[in-house]
């Protein structure tokens, strides 16, 4: 196989492959800026990834680290630090490095979670004071939330951190007591923490001098001397063990006996206790107060858009390789047929394609809202953000994270079947990329808990709608919110007035609008699904938190159907800023027709569509496919993805699929000899006659 077929492929686009992933990047000097560093990454043998499928996670996880160290070496090399304040990984190159290297730094959680949170919840002279030995890596530190006993439910966390006056515990200005009461209090899962940092961001429950439990806070702990890196007094800490990816990453447990740390080690940007022991908070603004969640919020943001680059890794190497591999013959018998050519496969991995550049776009629209938000609570120090747009976003973001995390890991799953028997090798790529991905769905709020807090929020708007005439209150309260689009079709409804869809033709399902207000409805009809529900429940006698499980499964198509319809207005609002790419508009299309497709129960349930149109939606899908058929090589191409970045024998640029995989197959350890390892076992079968039939006695029968 010499890869002609790929050639050919590229040969049938109707666009020109560079310039889009120009768009991708954000613009040309990027593109030539990642490909400068990517060049420093692939020509330096610390970060081979070619051993990786051989390699022990002992291996692997030591190597990482090693990568981790030479990334910042490079870094300081190349001036990838910011001007003002020295620091790597706020710079504009540093996850562009990141995707670079591609592989998994068990450091990632220092700049994931510990530092944006030193930066959102400590006080002017705490940031002056860590963000210094954060910047020159004396401080690696991990977000430490997540309990054994609980999770998700942070109300329930068990590990106290009680204030200890200065004449009890000899530390000037006084201390608290950080303690692990019980087993289920135990610190677990919190990547960073088994064997990398030296700090933790605790998250414990502050109780003050009087002994009055404040709820949760945020504490920084030390776990490990900065000299040697051993456990310090009282701490206990260690990696989890195997997970089924994502294995460079020691996720840990840690508990800790009465540990002391100073008074000034609590997060004091919004509350405080003083050298007595009283406790206090700063006023602020409402939104201001949960600027707490901004760094989880970040967390989500950064899984949104990551899922839109996972998920385009996996389409890259199943559409190159189903443009390669042949099964089947024409009807004349002669020519074998590419498996990209049958709409089964168009229709896994074109809808595939379709949804990693709208989880892109998507993901760099709520990134630069996020931006925007933390600017004007941070920086600015105002209140010019609500406590509704602060609401709404945390419901978009977490609609978004639980939605575009699903579908990328059972996406990509999708993908390697797609591939065949040659997708279940790690040398096709795709395994290690599932499983490392696979975590996603869990982390940051699980994918089936994250919908309650969705449609907490959303229910508010259907409340106002019915208990008030002042709709014009209403429009203003959510002007700049992203659940103002349920404003009309509510009202549509509670009104009884039912709105249809008048597409009569297969063109007319090709018009993006049409197929918004058709996700706009559908939306707001699944909110009042679950509003309803739950007032039925109660009604019937049925406490309020019985009505509320009753109605979760409800709740999650609602919060399904309020993440359609924002991926789909994100395309759409992005398609109008720039008209240089047609087919970015056919994907846009593709999306919003396979999702009414897929779910077209519902669409028939709220007698919005009729039997009649779901069938005009699935001929204009088929020619969906039809139309992006002579771009998709093309389309995969332009997320630039390097040979050594996909790890892929099935996916690589050249096409050379077979002897990729035959290279794979000579470098297995099993192989090194040409009498494997385990043959002194089988010895005793040839030799030694264990397995020959003693009882040769002659058969009855």
Same mark, same amino acid.
């Given at each position: ?18 310039? %889009?992933?120009? %768009? ?15 060049? =420093? ?19 692997? /996880?030591? !190597? ?5 160290? !030479? ?13 003002? &304040? ?40 705490? !940031? ?70 030296? /700090? ?31 456990? %310090?007094?009282?701490?206990? &800490? ?33 509350? @405080?206790?003083?050298? /007595? ?7 602020? @603004? ?52 590419? =498996? ?17 550049? &709208? ?46 995390? &699903? ?59 019915? $208990? ?10 959510? +002007? ?11 009202? @549509? ?10 597409? $009569? ?17 559908? $939306? ?15 009604? +019937? ?72 149109? =779901? ?31 996909? +790890? ?15 290279? $794979? ?16 076992? %089988? ?19």
């Amino acid at each position: 196989m010499n890869g002609i077929d790929l050639v050919n492929e590229r040969k049938k686009a109707t666009f020109n492959t560079r310039l %889009l992933t120009y %768009l991708l990047d954000d613009g040309k000097d990027r593109t030539e800026r990642r490909h400068y560093l990517q060049n =420093i990454i692939e020509s330096d043998a610390v970060f081979d990834n070619s051993q990786n499928a051989y390699m022990h996670r002992r291996e692997r /996880h030591v !190597r990482s680290l090693a990568k981790h160290v !030479r990334m910042i070496e490079l870094c300081r090399e190349n001036n990838i630090e910011c001007k003002d &304040t020295g620091e790597v990984v706020t710079h504009e190159d540093f996850y562009l490095i990141l995707r670079c290297i591609s592989d998994d730094l068990p450091t990632a959680l220092h700049w994931i979670m510990f530092v944006p949170n030193i930066i959102s919840l400590m006080d002017k002279d705490q !940031r002056s004071y860590w963000l210094g030995l954060c910047r020159d890596w004396k401080v690696i530190g991990c977000y430490a939330q997540t309990e054994l006993g609980h999770g998700s439910n942070i109300r329930a966390l068990e590990t106290t951190a009680t204030f200890i006056p200065e004449d009890k515990c000899g530390l000037k200005g006084g201390a608290f007591d950080i303690n692990s009461p019980t087993i289920t209090s135990t610190k677990f899962w919190p990547g960073t923490l088994g064997r990398t940092a030296n /700090h933790a961001m605790v998250i414990a429950r502050l109780i003050d001098g009087k002994g009055t439990d404040h709820g949760i806070h945020n504490f920084i702990v030390p776990l490990r001397c900065m000299d040697t890196h051993k456990l %310090l007094k009282g701490v206990r &800490t260690g990696d989890i063990g195997p997970k089924i990816g994502y294995n460079n990453m020691d996720n840990g447990f840690a508990s800790f006996n009465h540990v002391l740390i100073p008074r000034r080690n609590m997060a004091m940007g919004f509350a @405080s206790v003083d050298e /007595h022991g009283r406790y206090s908070k700063k006023k602020v @603004s409402e939104a201001t107060s949960k600027i707490s969640y901004l760094t989880m919020m970040h967390v989500r943001v950064l899984i949104i858009s990551d899922s839109g680059t996972n998920l385009a890794k996996a389409c890259t190497i199943a559409i190159r390789y189903s443009a390669q591999r042949r099964q089947g013959y024409s009807s004349n018998g002669e020519k074998e047929l590419q =498996i990209i050519d049958y709409t089964q496969q168009q229709y896994r991995l074109f809808s595939l394609l379709a949804c990693a550049y &709208t989880f892109h776009i998507t993901g760099k629209a709520v990134q630069h809202y996020l931006n925007s938000i933390h600017t004007r609570l941070v920086s600015s120090g105002n209140s010019q953000v609500t406590k509704t747009q602060m609401q709404d976003f945390h419901a978009s973001s977490s609609a978004l994270k639980s939605f575009c995390s &699903t579908i990328t890991a059972n996406g990509i799953e999708d993908a390697r079947k797609s591939c065949g028997g040659h997708g279940f090798l790690q040398a096709s790529g795709i395994p290690e990329l599932s499983l490392t991905y696979l975590q996603n769905p869990t982390v940051e709020g699980d994918n089936y808990m994250l919908p309650q807090h969705v449609v907490k929020v959303l229910l508010k708007l259907p409340q106002q709608l019915l $208990s008030t005439k002042d709709i014009e209150t209403i429009r203003i309260q959510y +002007k700049t919110c992203d659940s103002y689009y349920l404003i009309d079709p509510l009202i @549509s409804i509670i009104k009884k007035r039912q709105l249809k869809c008048h597409a $009569s033709s297969v063109e007319d399902f090709f018009h993006i609008p049409t197929l918004l207000e058709a996700y706009a409805q559908r $939306s707001a009809q699944s909110l009042l699904e679950v509003y309803n529900s739950i007032k039925e429940y109660v009604l +019937k006698g049925s406490s309020q938190e019985e009505a509320w499980n009753q109605s979760l499964i409800l709740m999650y198509n609602a919060s399904k159907a309020h993440s359609l319809y924002l991926l789909i207005r994100n395309f759409y609002l992005f398609l109008q800023q720039q008209q240089d790419f047609p087919v970015l508009q056919d994907l846009c299309i593709l999306f919003a027709l396979f999702f009414i497709e897929k779910d077209y129960g519902d669409f028939l349930l709220h007698q919005y569509f009729t039997s009649d149109q =779901i069938l005009l939606v699935r001929k204009a899908l088929l020619l969906m496919f039809k139309k992006l058929r002579p771009n998709v090589v093309a389309l995969v191409d332009a997320w630039d993805f390097s040979d050594f970045q996909l +790890k892929s024998a099935l996916g690589n640029y050249s096409g050379n699929v077979y002897p990729k995989i035959m290279e $794979s197959a000579f470098k297995e350890p099993l192989n090194e000899k040409d009498v494997g390892p385990g043959y002194e076992h %089988l010895l005793k079968l040839y030799k030694g006659n264990v397995g020959v039939w003693k009882n040769k006695q002659t058969s009855k029968l």
